[in-house]
């Protein structure tokens, strides 16, 4: 029997996630927008919640192309609103579409949406050896300095905590507990 992070749960998404994104670095500019868009919108909510929506974001979301999200106007906004498949919250909305705005931005600067977010940990994944799921933090300086940067280029609902869990999803961070059977495998060697 695999033992895994405590927080996983029976879950057959929750599983399917842990045991194949969760952790494991991530390095595609669309796929990195699609978690940081997906992590401001976890907000207040459960993350199994928004993996049950997953699908249905990526349809709502064009697949989280920052080039297409960036040019939605008010009767896509509208349409998203209405979309019960989605998380319908405005301000979350809104805040994807001017995210994706920022992103190309980042992207003319660092040549890469990549590029910008790994330099937080200077590229090289951060490695902890938690042993149980209360010794990890919800956010670090790292997390702190990234949201920093992200609200001062124009990001929205980029806090300190959703930041965090963000670095932890795209494998920034490796936060499997060091009893977990993914602990070891999401390891760049």
Not at 22 to 51: C, K, M, N, Y
Request: negative net charge.
């Amino acid at each position: 029997m695999k033992i895994r992070c405590a927080w996983v749960g029976d879950h057959p998404l929750m599983r399917e996630y842990h045991d194949t994104e969760w952790g494991v670095p991530l390095h595609h500019d669309h796929r990195l927008f699609e978690f940081l868009v997906l992590e401001g919108f976890q907000a207040g909510l459960s993350w199994s919640t928004i993996l049950r929506k997953r699908e249905a974001f990526q349809r709502a979301f064009d697949d989280f192309d920052p080039e297409k999200i960036a040019q939605y106007d008010g009767k896509k906004i509208e349409e998203l609103a209405c979309d019960e498949g989605i998380v319908r919250n405005h301000l979350k909305i809104r805040a994807a579409i001017q995210n994706a705005q920022c992103l190309l931005e980042v992207r003319e600067k660092f040549n890469s949406f990549d590029s910008y977010i790994w330099q937080f940990v200077d590229h090289i994944p951060l490695i902890n050896a938690f042993k149980k799921i209360e010794e990890i933090p919800s956010y670090t300086a790292m997390s702190l300095a990234m949201s920093t940067d992200l609200k001062k280029r124009g990001f929205k609902f980029v806090g300190p905590t959703i930041c965090y869990s963000f670095m932890q999803a795209v494998g920034m961070v490796n936060d499997h507990t060091v009893d977990c059977f993914r602990y070891e495998q999401v390891q760049i060697r």
